[in-house]
């Protein structure tokens, strides 16, 4: 079966310290992979996606993901956090030959504190 | 470029009704996705329309349906409601998608938040 799992409902962090949001899948062939933030009352905003070569990947508000082929993980990375980072986080896969669709996982609540 | 937008915002409807929720996906995406978002479940696709045409299901009772219309606009609709429908309803929009999937990210609306009594 395919899925995404986040192993940490919840990632506490201090402002200005690095921070790392899990995910590790499990998916047929070559997958894309995505990461979303959802704050309060709010869609899904795009922060960026793995789809092939360098396996680290920058995306928005200086968040970087990492992609392990071999421990089919593509876990979220900041190096320096801020206070308003705080959101839920959502890791995505999007199977092949299956349009659009995307399979995500529980999501993980990162709180940063001053 | 306006974002995806979706309609109404909120929704309280009873048992044994039915609701229609509306999306308008930025301008040139002719993908449109539906996703279900509860606390217990996550989010779950529900289903996509291209051109349409729906390419894709989730694994829903047949009370949920949507439709596309030539605008790329999409219509979800929920019949006989249960208390378990009570979610936050969320619409995405890309480009052009291929049957492999493609690489385009989806652009998400606020969402509908629909409160079954």
């Known amino acids: 079966a395919q899925s995404v799992a986040q192993p940490e409902d919840q990632v506490n962090v201090a402002e200005g310290n690095p921070l790392t949001v899990k995910c590790t899948y499990s998916?047929?062939?070559?997958?894309?992979l995505f990461w979303y933030v959802q704050y309060p009352n709010r869609g899904l905003q795009f922060l960026l996606k793995?789809?092939?070569?360098?396996?680290l990947v920058k995306g928005s508000y200086g968040f970087e993901a990492e992609f392990n082929k071999s421990q089919t993980s593509f876990h979220l990375k900041k190096p320096s956090a801020l206070v308003s980072d705080s959101a839920l986080y959502f890791c995505?896969?999007?199977?092949?030959?299956?349009?659009?669709?995307?399979?995500f996982g529980q999501g993980t609540e990162l709180s940063v504190k001053p | 470029k306006a974002g995806v937008t979706q309609t109404p915002r909120y929704l309280i409807k009873t048992r044994g009704q039915q609701v229609t929720l509306s999306c308008s996906p930025i301008?040139?995406?002719?993908?449109v996705s539906w996703y279900q978002q509860t606390p217990g479940q996550g989010l779950q696709f529900l289903f996509e329309?291209?051109?349409?045409?729906?390419?894709n299901k989730g694994n829903f009772p047949g009370r949920f349906s949507g439709r596309q219309f030539s605008n790329s606009r999409s219509e979800m609709n929920v019949s006989t409601l249960e208390l378990g429908d009570s979610a936050l309803y969320l619409c995405?929009?890309?480009?052009?998608?291929?049957?492999?999937?493609?690489?385009?990210?989806?652009?998400f609306g606020p969402g509908t938040r629909l409160t079954v009594l």
């Open positions: 995405a929009s890309s480009l052009v998608v291929g049957t492999s999937g493609g690489n385009n990210e989806q652009f």
């Open positions: 998916v047929s062939g070559n997958p894309y």
């Open positions: 793995y789809i092939t070569g360098d396996n």
């Open positions: 995505a896969v999007r199977p092949y030959n299956q349009g659009g669709k995307l399979i």
């Open positions: 301008s040139g995406h002719r993908s």
């Open positions: 329309y291209f051109s349409e045409t729906q390419r």
